[in-house]
């Protein structure tokens, strides 16, 4: 492995915990895909509708609850078996690591800091990279991984930031949570960690601007100026 020269370490911070699905990996377009197929293969009328969906999404609604929004519970149900069929091949063809989010982490870990992934997803990357290759440009990059399968409560409950501080020796106050949704910044917050979103997810603007994280940024490229700031200048980012 590429040792890496460790250079100014910014103040406060030992730590990044990042969201996964939108924030370091594109999975929208997977979503779309699997839902309109699914919906075909059972001759259910339905057109993927990214508003409705990234809205419930950003709330921390479940693929279940999604899909009972979108079109009620029994034909969600009927999804949901097809979608168990599908999902693989469909996510496999349709889901990447999003752009310069290899050099972002290169960027981290040359400041000395520790990065975990926090999702409400039950997979691990080492599970993701068989199905997903340009995972593994990331994965070696990372010290924890915790899923909704590690704790009681998912997203927007703080468990799972407690979980990565804990495994990484790390106190949550000393922590960059980093997330696309509306609940990865409350999960954040209440933790009593420090908050960057991302908008390159299911989150927007004014959904976000509402939770009051520390900082807003428009792609995970832009994380790597924050390391060279105070974080006390990271209200910038929010005009």
């Known amino acids: 492995m590429e040792t890496l020269q460790i250079i100014k370490r910014p103040k406060k911070l030992e730590a990044f ?11 929208l377009e997977a979503y779309k895909m699997v839902f309109e197929n699914a919906a075909e293969n059972l001759r259910i009328p339905f057109k993927f509708n990214k508003k409705a969906f990234c809205e419930l999404v950003d709330r921390g609604s479940s693929e279940e609850e999604i899909l009972q929004n979108l079109v009620g519970k029994d034909l969600a149900l009927r999804l949901m078996e097809e979608i168990r069929k599908i999902s693989i091949k469909v996510f496999t063809q349709n889901t990447r690591v999003i752009d310069g989010v290899d050099y972002v982490f290169s960027e981290i870990k040359k400041r000395g800091l520790q990065i975990a992934i926090f999702t409400n997803m039950e997979y691990k990357l080492g599970s993701l990279k068989v199905y997903v290759p340009s995972v593994a440009t990331i994965e070696k990059f990372v010290n924890v991984e915790v899923t909704r399968m590690d704790v009681k409560r998912k997203k927007p409950a703080p468990d799972g930031v407690f979980e990565c501080c804990k495994r990484l020796g790390v106190p949550p106050e000393k922590c960059v949570v980093v997330g696309d949704s509306s609940v990865d910044i409350k999960a954040g917050k209440a933790a ?7 908008l390159s997810g299911v989150g927007n603007l004014e959904n976000l601007k509402k939770e009051k ?6 792609s995970i490229k832009e994380l790597v100026s924050l390391l060279d700031m105070d974080v006390t200048e990271w209200k910038k980012t929010l005009k």
Do not use: N, Q, R
């Not at 915990?17 to 999975?27: A, Q, R």
């Open 192 to 198: 009593g960690a420090l908050t960057v979103a991302v």
């Open 17 to 27: 915990i990042f969201d996964l699905e939108g924030t370091l990996i594109e999975t």
């Open 213 to 218: 994280p520390d900082a807003i940024i428009p």
